[in-house]
């Protein structure tokens, strides 16, 4: 068999329906045996630091995974950061690099660079060494991309391969589905802690959302009466509007859940990392008991100690607990983890109620809540890095573990709407709205045109507030530069008129009512939108209000 024709049937038996990439020569053969099928769609983006991004966002939304094509060197090299971003979120894809012939390596052909090169930035790296082990290594690569913990496979294969006719080698079937089942002596132990505490709270990071445990989370954070806190990838793995959620750790939560945490006599941390981003450089408080459930043992005791560390799958560990926590008497609460939550939630509403009903100029905090108001509630939301974010994560609620998509640790600019993108595609249902800033825009403004030429009917919401504001307000603020410092405003872009050259519909919206109307009309357009929101400049950035 012809290995173009074997590398597709493959990704096809393994789920993959939906290829990202950008056509290049080295790649043709791919694209030849895609255009000449119907179970498999290739998309043609504009730059391969979409591509990857693309696949993040298909696979952040859904249960399935998509892949990346690329050409080798610049192609490779472009889509890093992408892929990066899924091995920071343990996010799975598999990335098809073509690579140089194995007789010209290390003679500076074309494009040519090490194949180790991109070991740091995916959970594999395979380089196909044979072509007659090609099949075989793209099922493995499959069967790694999706086993626990879960993240990108890049699947070297030299260009000359892909055109030979050779007897394939076939690999043996293996299961994906083999979760790590948790200790139940250590479950026991966990639950016996647990059962004790009279102010429990629980800590639910993107490994809850990885594992589809967003049920057993409900379940447990109800039995113990806990509040729940997530990590940035853990937004929404249980609904904002649940009585038992207290919001987001980032690095502008609020004094009050930062106390929650803290004032809490045990912490359970599940599908968490306690990554040094979302915990301030492991300078948040967490009390004495903590019980972390992680899938990866480095993590434990990385940045904080715990009294019980888990092993295991994030699902498989909050089932287990909520039987054995069934089987045992409670300690009664001083205060129930409702009002705990309640009070949080309350306190974040009245530290930037001055902020949502600013008017003129209109701040990002206000047009969020607007949006919100909007937007159907199964709707999925794609947000960019930036300052609106970052407000975002503590006043914009999200609805379920595959409703909200926004880069954790890696926290790259320019996701919003490549992301968006692979979130429409593998929810072709499903309202699908991207968040981005103007400065993030501007890194994958190429993207508003996929999204045209692919019939995306994707809504883009750009902030613009003509500034890297962010950026802008620490240099003013902590160093000897301007207020300011990084504003284009006296070289405004004006996005309705790019957009709009490019095909894709698009207003300007510049108060609440504006925006409601705007946004309701871009939802039921059915084709690729974009609504401009002008914010101000110098409104407060989210880490330093939020502490005041």
């Known amino acids: ?29 791919l694209n030849e045996e895609i255009g000449s099928r119907d179970d498999i769609e290739f998309v043609v983006s504009r730059h391969e630091t979409a591509v990857s991004h693309q696949a993040w966002g298909y696979a952040e939304t859904s249960d399935g995974m998509a892949a990346t094509v690329v050409i080798p060197g610049p192609g490779d090299m472009n889509a890093m950061n992408g892929l990066k971003n899924a091995y920071n979120d343990c996010t799975p894809l598999l990335h098809i690099a073509i690579e140089t012939e194995p007789d010209l390596r290390g003679g500076d052909a074309i494009h040519e660079t090490p194949p180790d090169t991109y070991d740091p930035v995916v959970k594999e790296n395979v380089l196909v060494e044979n072509p007659e082990s090609t099949a075989a290594e793209i099922d493995r690569a499959a069967a790694v991309a999706q086993s626990e913990p879960q993240g990108p496979v890049r699947v070297g294969i030299p260009k000359n391969f892909l055109k030979m006719d050779v007897a394939l080698a ?9 979760r790590i089942e948790p200790d139940p002596e250590t479950v026991s132990r966990a639950a016996d802690l647990l059962a004790s505490a009279s102010e429990p709270v629980i800590f639910a990071g993107g490994g809850v959302r990885s594992a589809d445990a967003s049920d057993e989370l409900r379940a447990v954070a109800e039995r113990l009466d806990a509040p729940v806190v997530t990590s940035y990838k853990g937004k929404g793995v249980l609904a904002e509007d649940h009585d038992l959620s207290a919001g987001c750790l980032s690095g502008s939560a609020s004094p009050e859940l930062l106390s929650c945490l803290a004032e809490a006599d045990i912490v359970l941390g599940v599908g968490t990392d306690f990554d040094a981003l979302g915990t301030r450089g492991f300078s948040v408080e967490f009390p004495d008991d903590l019980i ?29 607990m909520d039987d054995a926590l069934a089987d045992r008497e409670l300690e009664s609460s001083t205060r129930s983890g409702v009002e705990r939550a309640r ?91 991207a968040l981005t800033g103007d400065g993030g825009l501007m890194m994958c403004l190429h993207e508003l045109h996929t999204a045209v030429a692919e019939e995306v009917p ?15 307000d620490e240099a003013g603020r902590s160093y000897d530069l301007q207020p300011q410092e990084y504003e284009w405003g006296d070289s405004p872009i004006d996005f309705v008129a790019v957009a709009e050259g490019m095909g894709v519909d698009a207003t300007r919206a510049d108060g609440p009512d504006e925006i409601r109307d705007a946004l309701s009309h871009a939802l039921t357009a059915d084709r690729p939108s974009l609504v401009e929101i002008r914010t101000d400049p110098t409104e407060p950035q989210a880490s330093e209000w939020m502490s005041e």
């Open 1 to 29: 068999m012809r290995v173009n024709r074997a590398v597709i049937d493959r990704l096809v038996s393994n789920g993959v329906d939906t290829v990202f990439g950008i056509p290049g020569k080295q790649s043709l053969p």
């Open 292 to 320: 972390h459930v992680t899938l990866d043992a480095n993590d434990i005791g990385t940045g904080y100690d715990p009294t019980i560390g888990v092993v295991a799958d994030a699902k498989l560990t909050l089932s287990a």
């Open 458 to 472: 994707i809504v883009v919401v750009v902030f613009n507030n003509e500034d890297y504001a962010l950026i802008s």
């Open 343 to 433: 009070y949080v939630r309350e306190r974040t509403a009245e530290r930037v109620s001055e902020l949502v009903d600013a008017r003129d100029p209109l701040t990002s905090v206000g047009a969020l809540s607007v949006i919100r108001n909007v937007l159907p509630r199964d709707a999925i939301v794609t947000a960019d890095a930036g300052g609106f974010r970052v407000w975002g994560l503590n006043t914009f609620e999200a609805y379920g573990p595959h409703r909200y998509v926004n880069p954790g640790s890696w926290a790259t600019m320019g996701t919003g709407v490549p992301s968006a993108i692979g979130a429409a595609l593998s929810n072709p249902e499903t309202p699908v709205v």
């Open 170 to 178: 076939e690999r043996g079937s293996s299961s994906v589905e083999g």
